[in-house]
């Protein structure tokens, strides 16, 4: 049977000093990649991340994450970890175990411990990052929050910002080995975040939001869950913009030609 986690953070995804608070060290010999799709089901939306392999490694297990929407920012503040007991925050929190079994809420340390106990990577430690402000190209300011999940033997550090309890307006990944430091990834991911932020794709107007001169727009796709059919929901420059929007904008191109490439959450576009 397989085992799966099913994480608690909304999703359908400054000064860099004093950020660790402690170091890691992984074994292991699997490439594996992170695949998600979305689906929304009854007010939830449901995100499947499958682990594969790269090589003749056969598929060992898949982790699915839920995402809840309906409930308050005040019930959404913090968990409980069934295994350690800390409260904490809810985008943390991943369902872990089975259909069979029942499925236990584990903060993202007792997660990780537990997938590294299934891939053999005994010299695994926890990794906990503080948020940063980082400014955007128009001066405003981000605070971002960073979790970091290990995947069998790749490890998924991401950043986000929080808008009640939930992960929401510009996410960013950077998928790395755990034997290697992640003090790097998190370098590396944090200059991915300074490029992004550095571009700005849309801007106010008098006709409503356009897209800016550079004539090129970058986004993350959601799902609108305001919506009754599922339709899409698109984040630019950190702001959601709802498909009827968007529309709107790419008709000031009518006649014009575009190019549509879709990128994994760890690319860099």
């Known amino acids: 049977m397989e ?3 099913r994480g608690g953070g909304r999703q359908c995804g400054s000064s860099t000093t004093g950020l660790v608070r402690g170091k890691t060290r992984a074994h ?3 490439a594996r990649h992170v695949r998600s799709e979305c689906d929304r089901h009854s007010g939830m939306r449901h995100c499947f991340t499958k682990v594969g392999t790269h090589g ?5 297990s898949t982790y699915s994450c839920t995402a809840l929407n309906s409930a308050r920012p005040d019930q959404m503040q913090s968990i409980s970890c069934e295994a350690c007991g800390q409260a904490t925050p809810a985008y943390d929190i991943v369902n872990c175990g089975s259909m069979d079994s029942g499925y236990r809420q584990l903060c993202g340390r007792c997660f990780n411990a537990k997938v590294a106990r299934l891939a053999g990577l005994q010299d695994f430690e926890h990794v906990s990052f503080e948020p940063i402000g980082m400014t955007d190209a128009s001066g405003g300011t981000h605070d971002f929050h960073f979790r970091a999940h290990l995947f ?3 490890i998924a550090l991401d950043a986000f910002e929080l808008r009640e309890s939930h992960p929401a307006g510009y996410q960013f990944q950077a998928i790395g080995d755990p034997q290697d430091d992640l003090l790097a990834l998190l370098g590396r991911l944090i200059e991915k975040m300074r490029r992004a932020l550095a571009i700005r794709h849309v801007e106010d107007s008098a ?3 356009q897209v800016t001169d550079h004539r090129t727009v970058r986004a993350r796709i959601d799902c609108d869950l305001d919506e009754d059919d599922r339709v899409p929901l698109v984040v630019i420059d950190g702001r959601e913009v709802s498909w009827a929007d968007f529309g709107r904008m790419v ?3 009518e006649g014009w030609q575009f190019k549509l490439e879709f ?3 760890s690319e860099e576009l």
């Not at 003749?56 to 060992?60: Q, Y």
């Open 56 to 60: 003749p490694v056969p598929r060992t």
């Open 28 to 30: 292991g010999d699997i």
């Open 3 to 5: 085992e799966g986690a």
């Open 207 to 209: 006709l409503g939001l």
């Open 263 to 265: 990128r994994d959450m």
């Open 251 to 253: 008709m000031a191109f």
């Open 152 to 154: 069998g033997a790749m």
